[in-house]
């Protein structure tokens, strides 16, 4: 991978918001959860699929604060719209770790 300015950095809107709501997503082709993400002013809720069922069930994430890409082009998955990317970390079997804050933050705060 080729390097980036700090430029190209700044493009990238990486924000922390709180999961409000999460649904089992059956119809989705490899497992994954629906998740409803608030973002708080300006950016407000926004939805995402995850597949991130290895460590998290639907009832356990609401409250998780995680970190997500917001700018990014809505994208279709199934009969589902995603709106965000919600950043995660693979563990050494390639299973999703969701990435958040060790400390409670402000909702809407951007990545620096």
Known sequence: ?????????HRVDIRVGTIV???PFPE??????????????PVGVRKSSAQ?????SP??????QVLAVVNFPPRQIGSF????LVLGLPD????????GPDQPV????RMF
Request: cysteine-free; hydrophobic content about 40%; proline content about 8%.
């Open 52 to 56: 991130i069922t290895k460590y998290y």
């Open 1 to 9: 991978m080729g390097e980036i300015t700090i430029d190209d950095f």
């Open 21 to 23: 709501r999460a649904e």
């Open 28 to 41: 989705a082709r490899k497992p994954a959860i629906k998740l409803w993400v608030d973002f708080g002013a």
């Open 81 to 84: 719209m995603s709106e965000i």
């Open 106 to 109: 402000p909702n809407g705060g």
């Open 92 to 99: 050494p079997d390639g299973q999703v770790v969701l990435i």
């Open 59 to 64: 009832e356990l994430l609401p409250g998780r």
